[in-house]
């Protein structure tokens, strides 16, 4: 798409040399023909850095954008980049094109729905009432089992086991917000891409990145009504038992476990081999991997633990 | 239905002037031709002023029932409530009646349901899996993601994105108790009414008002895996992130926002622009808005992070 | 399948006398027949009593396997039992067989899938969407909502109500870990069995048994986004509120009520009548019922109150 019509469906002044722009992407992650923004001064070290093409941003960083990148200046970038994501979202479902690819001796049911131009591998089931979007991918030996929803673009690995009502590539949660109190959707065109030998039970919710993917890495095993957000990022062997929620864009290392009805909020990093209690709330970068924390607000599991014992003792004072 | 058949169904002698019922609700919300109940004796002064044509209640309230209003009377009005709310509830699919109407320029995949008397708008999608239930609305340039379920009689407006695996109009959670601790369905024949430009992730579920209609209003933005109990008004571009929970009857003013796996209690009211931080636990009323509460029991969050740095204190003394 | 044929396909030397092995089950459980396993010490007395035909153990056991019983000795038991495992894992979906009995008065919806060898009762209705899975079975006067599922082997009793999504028999959250920290799933040859005049809310999750049976006993009243692990028991008229979750292998007594976002540890008891409120999070055996407890950990709920009174007090302090 021409980066002038972009600017005219946003309603931002442009006159400069045209060119033509393929996506959206954040300023350390754009490349060349593509668009970027900048909403919060405090990353402006990434707008001096960023290879994308032209970049949404406020008067005020506009004299910061990189030669050979276009400044779209306006004063609600934010804004302006979710009425621009639309622009990029593809059809929720294609009725033309090329019929999906199944490997042999994979099984398909009459009562599934495996979209334009997926391709399904060898010795694949895909049980009924299973959807699999267009362009998905599912590996070998890999088992969709009832009602389970693979969004379009999506990629599943080999040996995978996805059980009944889990969804694979919902969008993520991104609203701009206007000074009425009004929200405007980031389309999100991303998505995701769970890799080998993944488990994950019944009624789990797995969104789509809004520009890239999310990630559930090799060998993870993943309990029930468990809740990843857009662009999470979980450590190969990692363990997640039943109602835990990992917001976005937070990322595990390897083999750590989330106890039951645990929760991390969004942009964090949790160190290798770390696991947490039940309920743990986790609002900051874990650094030290190989520990147990509990608790809300975290902390080392044998601190919380003394902490409940304080507190039985608080309670049988005068 | 004739009063006098719905009393003998549920065991109630009656031999007064019959009438007929068209329904049962509230005593304050009841009008002339439906059935209302008094179970708890606080609520008395509701029986005053209703106008349902009868009432179940227990002989020690049957003299304030209003003139013109005919008394049911058993020391149980409860149960038989729940035994009453089976008469009128409707069957859960009919097999005949009209044809769905579909908008111009819609798509219903084939393998998608579309109930008797459903009434489709324009430009909406309903993919595979989706089921939409007889009467049920879907308005203009809707999308039901794959394996969404509407029950029967919902409303859905327009330019609303409703993700896989949600579920809008199960029954509430509502049943009257005997005395030997078994449980009798009150079946829930009020319907979910969700108004245009609304988002709901995957995998939530919306339960329909046990009478009347449970609300969720304009732009309101709904992460995956929330739960909405039956009868809840959720105000206009409120936003609801992932795993929160919002109990029976509970209203929330406008643009409120609930952190993740935060939830309220049932019956209360929420002031508008209220801030919930993740993991609230809303049990009381919130009467002051435009703050931001956390922890549970509930406080202001500048309370709650000042109280964890005492027991942090705590910890550390000996 | 032969004895010999299971040592060998999971690595273990063994020339003993053959037979012929039915399947897997615990020490206690076991009958002849059936093979088992010893990999903490700590139940070494179930050993000497048990009535399985093999056991897999470590050396330090074998000479506390009991004459008459086979030992299959490997310094990783839990492991070769998860290999096992798969051996005696059916198919998903069976593709031949004898079709469905349907009872007499019953809806199938075109659009539900109705498995090989399963049992309908009277006046069922299964709606579109709906997944039964082959021999499993389905009592008279239930009704599976748009988009359940039923996995294999599953049982509903009669007058039961599953709303839309619920998932009843997915896999239960079993692995042994190997030494590198991958995971070798457990095959969950167990079912579930949902006694009769249950109703069960939108999008629950109920795994089935590893060995043996998850219940839900007569009567239970579930409301949505509950998480059932395996082998759980839910006694008789229990209520569990939306998003509580039970651990594996728990019981609870009759009539127990879970409040909101409620949850239990795994292998607990819990007396009957006993009432947990909301967010309470149980991590012992409750022995002492009929009575209200709260808080995490878990207390009386009148001590919980206490408790947050004096946490308001320390707050006001200096």
């Given at each position: 798409?021409?980066?002038?019509?972009?600017?005219?469906?946003?309603?931002?002044?442009?006159?400069?040399e045209?060119l033509?722009?393929?996506?959206i992407?954040t300023?350390?992650?754009?490349?060349?023909?593509?668009i970027?923004?900048?909403?919060?001064?405090?990353?402006?070290?990434?707008?001096?850095?960023?290879?994308?093409?032209?970049?949404?941003?406020?008067?005020?960083s506009?004299?910061?954008?990189?030669?050979?990148?276009?400044?779209?200046?306006?004063?609600?970038p934010?804004?302006k980049?979710a009425?621009?994501?639309?622009?990029?979202?593809?059809?929720?479902?294609?009725?033309?094109?090329?019929?999906?690819?199944?490997?042999e001796?994979?099984?398909?049911s009459?009562?599934?729905?495996?979209?334009?131009?997926a391709?399904i591998?060898?010795?694949?089931?895909?049980?009924?009432?299973?959807f699999?979007?267009?362009?998905?991918?599912?590996?070998?030996?890999t088992?969709?089992h009832?009602?389970?929803?693979?969004?379009?673009?999506?990629?599943i690995?080999?040996?995978?086991?996805?059980?009944s009502?889990?969804?694979?590539?919902?969008?993520?949660?991104?609203?701009?917000h206007?000074k009425?109190?009004?929200?405007?959707k980031?389309?999100?065109?991303?998505?995701?891409?769970?890799?080998?030998?993944?488990?994950?039970?019944?009624?789990?919710?797995?969104d789509?990145?809004?520009?890239?993917?999310?990630?559930?890495?090799?060998?993870?095993?993943?309990?029930n009504?468990?809740?990843?957000?857009?662009?999470?990022?979980?450590?190969?062997?990692?363990?997640?038992?039943?109602?835990?929620?990992?917001?976005?864009?937070?990322?595990l290392?390897?083999?750590?476990?989330?106890g039951?009805?645990s929760?991390?909020?969004?942009?964090?990093?949790?160190?290798p081999?770390?696991?947490?209690?039940a309920?743990?709330?986790?609002?900051?970068?874990v650094?030290?991997?190989?520990k147990?924390?509990?608790?809300?607000?975290?902390?080392?599991?044998?601190?919380?633990?003394?902490?409940?014992?304080?507190l039985?003792?608080?309670?049988?004072?005068?």
């Amino acid at each position: 798409m021409k980066l002038s019509a972009i600017a005219k469906a946003i309603g931002i002044a442009f006159d400069g040399e045209d060119l033509e722009i393929s996506g959206i992407h954040t300023l350390d992650e754009a490349n060349e023909g593509q668009i970027s923004f900048l909403d919060n001064a405090k990353y402006i070290s990434s707008l001096e850095g960023t290879k994308a093409s032209a970049v949404l941003c406020k008067s005020a960083s506009a004299g910061k954008v990189p030669a050979g990148c276009i400044a779209l200046v306006d004063e609600e970038p934010y804004l302006k980049l979710a009425l621009a994501s639309k622009l990029f979202s593809p059809e929720v479902i294609e009725t033309e094109g090329a019929d999906a690819l199944i490997g042999e001796g994979s099984f398909v049911s009459e009562k599934a729905y495996v979209g334009k131009g997926a391709v399904i591998g060898k010795n694949v089931k895909i049980l009924p009432g299973a959807f699999v979007g267009c362009y998905a991918k599912i590996g070998d030996d890999t088992i969709l089992h009832p009602n389970v929803t693979v969004y379009r673009d999506c990629e599943i690995g080999k040996r995978c086991i996805i059980h009944s009502g889990t969804v694979v590539g919902s969008d993520g949660f991104g609203f701009a917000h206007t000074k009425l109190g009004e929200h405007v959707k980031i389309y999100q065109n991303g998505n995701v891409v769970i890799e080998d030998d993944v488990e994950i039970g019944a009624n789990c919710a797995i969104d789509r990145a809004v520009f890239g993917t999310t990630y559930i890495r090799k060998g993870c095993k993943i309990d029930n009504l468990v809740q990843f957000g857009h662009n999470v990022d979980i450590g190969e062997y990692s363990i997640l038992v039943a109602q835990c929620g990992i917001a976005g864009s937070t990322r595990l290392g390897r083999n750590v476990v989330m106890g039951g009805q645990s929760a991390t909020a969004g942009h964090l990093e949790v160190a290798p081999f770390t696991t947490f209690a039940a309920r743990s709330g986790v609002t900051n970068d874990v650094k030290v991997g190989g520990k147990t924390y509990g608790g809300f607000p975290l902390m080392e599991q044998r601190q919380w633990l003394k902490l409940q014992a304080k507190l039985a003792r608080l309670l049988k004072s005068n």
